[in-house]
Nanobody, 124 residues
């Protein structure tokens, strides 16, 4: 079992930045694919970014490409999402997820463990 706890969300003005963290316990993240997903009110949960076990393979949704950066520190059992140039449409609850497969996936249903989420609100 893996317990994931997100932090770093908050209220920020458009154009601002936030850094989300996802701290894991119960198991080392070093063999897990990690992902960030988000869900806005009335919408389905959507893929934001993923990173493979080594950090050598990352993917981003088109809507966040060049603005968000995913990274991981396996020694600290933590994954990060640096968000810059935030837009009001980035407003959502952001979830961290772990997948116990080496093959990466952008599908939420392919992830085995989820955090409780952290709210990000971007004001215009």
């Amino acid at each position: 079992q893996v317990q994931l706890v997100e932090s770093g969300g908050g209220l920020v003005q458009a154009g601002g930045s936030l850094r989300l963290s996802c701290a894991a316990s119960g198991r080392s993240l070093s063999s897990l694919t990690m992902g960030w997903f988000r869900q806005a009110p009335g919408k389905e949960r959507e893929f934001v970014s993923i990173i493979n076990w080594s950090g050598g393979n990352t993917r981003y949704a088109d809507s966040v490409k060049a603005r968000f950066t995913i990274s991981r520190d396996n020694a600290k059992n933590t994954v990060y999402l640096q968000m810059t140039s935030l837009k009001p449409e980035d407003t959502a609850v952001y979830y961290c997820a772990a997948r116990s497969r080496f093959v990466v996936s952008v599908t939420p249903g392919d992830y085995d463990f989820w955090g409780q989420g952290t709210q990000v609100t971007v004001s215009s």
